[in-house]
Structures are given as C-alpha cells and as structure tokens.
C-alpha cells in the first residue's frame, strides 16, 4: 500500500518532462527522481525483508525435520580405533573382537535432540556419547548413555548415563530394534529408551562437544535412523 501511494502521489498534476525527470512504464506518467529514489528505495527494503523471511523459514523447515549423521559416504564424521564399521542397506554396522572403535562427529554440538535405532548381540558393548571433549569417546570427558543390558553392573546398564545415573527404567534391548531420544539442552540431560523414561538430570561439566557412537568388547551392534536436531539454548 506505501508503494501505491507513491505511486499515486502527484496523479493530478502536470510534470513537464525535463532533465530531472524520468518516464515510467506501464504507468505512462512522469516521476521526478525524489520520488523515483524512494520508490526505489522501498522497492529494495520489501526485497530484502522478503528474501529475509524466507532464509529463515527455510531454516526453521530443516532444523524441525533434523539432520542425518554417520550416513555412508558423508564426511562429516570419523571412524576411531579398530577397523569395525561398515554400512550395509543404509544400516551402520560395527563388528568387534577385541577393542574399542568408534564413529565421531567432526564438529561439535552443544544443544540437541538426538534420536536413533540400534540392535545390540548380547556381547556387545556400546553406547551414544555426547559433548565429547575429544574424538575418543570415554565417559570420563563425555556423556555416555550406555548400551549394555548385560553389563556387569547393572547400575549402569542400558539406559544409564554412565559414570552418574543408574537409569529410570530396566528396558530389555537385545537383538532387537529399539530407539533412543536425547535431550542435551544447557545444564539439561534426559534420556528415553524405547519411549520409556531412563535419565532424567542436571549437569554443567560438559557444555558442548562432538558425538559418537561405540561398539565394544565384542559383538555386533546396529545404527539407522541417527538423526540430530538442534535447539535453542533455554
């Protein structure tokens, strides 16, 4: 509407055409170039504000939907450790015999969602490990959710945040498919596996890093469906 009324303005009275003017078309009037320049200069702010509103619209569509990691061929992540993984019909694979491999983020990540699928043996020691401080994932310098319904001990088996938190719930995972979903925002940690509510708590020791997955000991374990969604810090 600005824009018309610019337009407009002046509809009613006769401009002589000189050198300070200028023809417009369609409109077939004459327009001095004080109003041309703000015509212009409107023309170029509803451009900007427009292109503006549609970056981020397209930004909040793919942080909504997340993004893949440790895809096959991708580079944004690593293999660590002992030659175990492979990909075999977009399913990430690690086989082990002894050992500990791992595959890792190349950069680091500070507030998130998380959620994947794994199939563990009943050998197999694994684990998801957030807010690394390095690429060789411990639960000394990460957060690491355990994947381990067999561990030893069972104050943190599968569903633990090991190291601090026994988890909420016993789920039984083992060779079968399950889901994880992490919540890393600030001082925030939860954790649910297979919908079932296992850890719940506050911490500030690791406030961002990189993430990575484990298998461990010996054993096969499974990822597909690793998806990330960032937030914004609370």
Known sequence: MKL????????????????NSFLVFPFFIYLSKKNMLKIL?????TSFLLLTYACQNTVQEETDQGMALFSEGADDWIAVGPDAWTHEDNILVGRIDTGTAYVV??????????????YPD????SGVFVR?????????DCYEFNIWDLNPNQDYRTGALVLQ???LAQVQTLNKWN??????RGNQLSAKVNGQLCVQTENTELMSGYIALQAGIHG??????????????K
């Open 165 to 167: 938190k026994s988890p």
């Open 179 to 184: 889901t994880y979903e992490l919540e890393v």
């Open 220 to 233: 096969t374990i499974k990822f597909r469906n690793v998806q990330l969604t960032p937030l914004p810090e």
């Open 122 to 125: 009943s050998t197999i020691n």
């Open 132 to 140: 690394c401080e390095n690429q060789i994932g411990s639960a000394a």
């Open 41 to 45: 200069s409107n023309l170029i702010l």
């Open 4 to 19: 018309l009324r610019l337009l407009t303005k002046g509809y009613n009275k006769t401009i002589l055409l000189n050198s």
């Open 105 to 118: 983020t190349t950069e680091t990540y500070s507030n998130f969602k998380l959620s994947l699928e794994f």
